[in-house]
């Protein structure tokens, strides 16, 4: 195992990795089109959506797993 040539980023709200490398320095996401990968960025921008009521991709789906199993 060789160290990884190109360095990458995941963003921790949408799982997308990004091989930019100026994604990579700034932790910018092209999909959420937020710098999610910058902790204090990521948490102002998500205190703000949740001022908004939006949920992130993982609460809808834990909500809808929870729900799914009590079908049946
Ligand atoms: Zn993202």
Same mark, same amino acid.
Not at 42 to 68: C, F, P, T
């Given at each position: 195992?060789?160290?990884?040539?190109?360095? /990458?980023?995941?963003?921790?709200?949408? +799982?997308?990795? /990004?091989?930019?490398?100026?994604?990579?320095?700034?932790?910018?996401?092209?999909?959420?089109h937020?710098w999610? $990968?910058?902790?204090?960025?990521?948490?102002?921008?998500?205190?703000?959506?949740?001022?908004?009521?939006?949920? /992130?991709?993982?609460?809808?789906?834990?909500?809808? +797993?929870?729900? /799914?199993?009590?079908? $049946?």
């Amino acid at each position: 195992m060789t160290g990884d040539p190109w360095p /990458s980023i995941v963003c921790p709200e949408c +799982a997308m990795e /990004s091989w930019h490398p100026k994604d990579v320095e700034e932790g910018y996401c092209g999909r959420c089109h937020w710098w999610t $990968g910058d902790p204090i960025l990521y948490a102002a921008w998500k205190a703000d959506r949740a001022e908004q009521g939006i949920l /992130s991709a993982a609460q809808v789906d834990g909500r809808e +797993a929870r729900s /799914s199993g009590a079908v $049946g």
